[in-house]
Antibody, heavy 119, light 108 residues
Framework: QVQLVQSGAEVKKPGSSVKVSCKAS????????ITWVRQAPGQGLEWMGR????????NYAQKFQDRVTIHAEKSTSTAYMELNSLRSDDTAVYFC????????????WGQGTLVTVSS | ETVMTQSPATLSVSPGERATLSCRAS??????LAWYQQKPGQAPRLLIY???TRATGIPARFSGSGSGTEFTLTISTLQSEDFAVYYC??????????FGQGTKLEIK
């Protein structure tokens, strides 16, 4: 089964960008669709977007369409989520997640990456 | 966007009792609904997909039902480790695949 390991916590200034990585092991990244979900402090889960690794096609929630880029690097089995023009309300834990091939639910999750946006 | 509404926001139940959590969709999601459990400081854990299919390793005390717009997660006999936050998620209507706001299951 696949395991997802994310990069470490980040502290960013408002207006800057953050790039979070998600490395897949125990499986070939190109077989999976990697989804990014975030969770603000004390809040629920928010779906941000996904990358269909085999095709290199990304889809985004409209809320994030103008600020987020998700891509995958097959050679290193790593997916990335970059969020631009950071604001204080982007402070959250960002998770990557995936499921068994062909599924749209999420069996496997990364450990989460805390991104803090503060001046 | 399909809005998922969970109720109640907080549910207080004693260990050994039954818990029933609800999830309502603003439009039909057919049977394309999943449930997750999340404990503090942890990533969510998949419990149920396809409305009623338990994920690998999930105990039989967890069951899901419903279709269309109304769904239920039932935990038949609560164990101490079941007290957590539960989220439903629809993966029928795109984009995006939306989550409910969560139900916190707490010890009574």
């Amino acid at each position: 089964q696949v395991q997802l390991v994310q990069s470490g916590a980040e502290v960013k200034k408002p207006g800057s960008s953050v790039k979070v990585s998600c490395k897949a092991s125990g499986g070939t990244l190109s077989r999976y669709t990697i989804t990014w979900v975030r969770q603000a402090p004390g809040q629920g889960l928010e779906w941000m977007g996904r990358i269909i690794s085999s095709l290199g096609v990304a889809n985004y929630a409209q809320k994030f369409q103008d600020r987020v880029t998700i891509h995958a690097e097959k050679s290193t089995s790593t997916a990335y989520m970059e969020l631009n023009s950071l604001r204080s309300d982007d402070t959250a834990v960002y998770f990557c997640a995936t499921g068994d091939v062909g599924s749209s639910w999420y069996d496997y999750w990364g450990q989460g990456t805390l991104v803090t946006v503060s001046s | 966007e399909t809005v998922m509404t969970q109720s109640p926001a907080t549910l207080s139940v004693s260990p050994g009792e039954r818990a029933t959590l609800s999830c309502r969709a603003s439009q039909s999601v057919r049977s394309n609904l999943a449930w997750y459990q999340q404990k503090p400081g942890q990533a969510p854990r998949l419990l149920i997909y396809g409305t009623s299919t338990r994920a690998t390793g999930i105990p039989a005390r967890f069951s899901g039902s419903g279709s269309g717009t109304e769904f239920t997660l039932t935990i038949s006999t609560l164990q101490s480790e079941d007290f957590a936050v539960y989220y439903c998620q629809q993966y029928n209507n795109w984009p995006p695949y939306t989550f409910g706001q969560g139900t916190k299951l707490e010890i009574k």
